[in-house]
């Protein structure tokens, strides 16, 4: 099959990478030192067992239209940075291509086939503009949910941490064709990508965690264990899943495991920052609407109150546009540096 994965890093490599050596064909789109690295020497990746593998036979190019028609296109960035690309993406479409989704929170197609009163809703958080719905029509899309983790620790290198779960699903539950061709492909590739009948309820388990941990450990510079183990930011993140809990059920989703047993799980992960707090002290731009923002415009949707998530939400946007100051500040001394 012809996959084209938009992104290079951590997830992007390592779904892109392990395809490839499956033997699909595969069309890294990418730039600068990641588009040098890979067209040159390949894709490198890194097992957890330290065993190194490279997928040779990996294009990679920074021009969609020299790509061509796919018939799976992976967006494997993070979701403010896709409507950056958007006007790009249906270059790769043919009539039966499909988009996998591979965004951490609420996706911007989340009322897509919904069904209910906010069928067809656009979430503002993730596609302000409503420039991606427009451009990669949610009709194309499989939903997909990344467990694994991974990191990009050189441009073409990825290293495997742990996890290889991808699971998949349509946005209106159906077992398609197309979905079950995904499943297999990725499956071939050695992910285990089960077809869900509810992929919504996958998303929201995974975004139970980020939208508490990620903020509370970018502000307070701690990881998963420190946070879980001091009792007020345990209590804080137990009050900030109650309210994300209260706003997912109004949309009909029910979590298949407990509040406590979802915090004693990121317990176990022990010394971990999260990718927010990894971002902040990297000085990235963190990824915070489609996490935290998003859960905020779906309470206000859905009549719910959420105090504590409102709190954490204001004061890491707020950090985020210090960090942006900090940044401009930066460029402006370079420039003025002869």
Partial sequence: MKIAVIGAGAIGGLVGAKLALAGEDVTFIVRGANLDAIATNGFKLLAADGEEQVARNVKATDRYDQAGVQDIVILAMKAHQVEAV???????????????????????????KHGGPLEGTTVRSVDPNGVVGARIPADRVIGCVVYPASELVAPGVVKHIEGDRFPVGELDGSSSERVNRVAACFTEAGFKAPVLDNIR????????GNLTFNPISSLSHSTLVDICQYPPSR?????????????????GIEFRVSLEKRIAGAEKVGKHKTSMLQDVE?????????????????????????????????????LARTMEDQRGRVRLHEMAVP
């Fill in 235 to 251: 209590d804080l993140a137990a009050a900030m899943m109650r309210e994300a809990q209260a706003v997912a059920h109004k949309l």
């Fill in 201 to 208: 309820a996958e998303i929201w388990l995974k975004l139970w």
């Fill in 282 to 318: 990297a000085g990235r731009a963190p990824e915070i609407d489609a996490l935290v923002g998003a859960v905020v415009e779906l309470a206000r949707l859905t009549d719910t109150q959420t105090p504590h998530i409102d709190t954490v939400y204001s004061l890491v946007k707020l």
């Fill in 86 to 112: 958007a006007n790009e993406v249906p270059k790769l479409f043919g009539p039966e291509t499909v988009v996998v989704t591979m965004q951490n929170g609420i996706p911007y197609w989340y009322f897509h």
